[in-house]
């Protein structure tokens, strides 16, 4: 898939601190949201439909994923 126009962006939270270690994610792209590794941005990323990343992020607020 070509992520040429995709426009990244880590979250909010994410300090300059903390190692590197964020995810970056584009939703700019039609039908897809893409995912990838901030310390890595030219390696592969992980791609998802809309409905998929909406479910990810509902269980993550929910708390489905807190150990």
């Known amino acids: 898939m ?3 126009g995709a426009e990244w962006h880590k979250s909010s939270r ?3 601190n903390a190692g590197g270690d964020c995810v970056e994610v584009a939703d700019n792209l ?3 949201v893409a995912v990838r590794d901030s310390k890595a941005p ?3 990323a992980l791609i ?3 409905g998929e990343w909406r ?5 993550v607020k929910a ?3 807190d150990r």
Request: glycine share 26%; proline share 13%; charged share 10%.
């Open 63 to 65: 708390g489905e994923f």
């Open 2 to 4: 070509d992520l040429t």
């Open 30 to 32: 039609p039908g897809v």
């Open 42 to 44: 030219g390696g592969p």
């Open 55 to 59: 479910s990810f992020l509902a269980g």
């Open 48 to 50: 998802f439909a809309p």
């Open 14 to 16: 994410s300090s300059g």
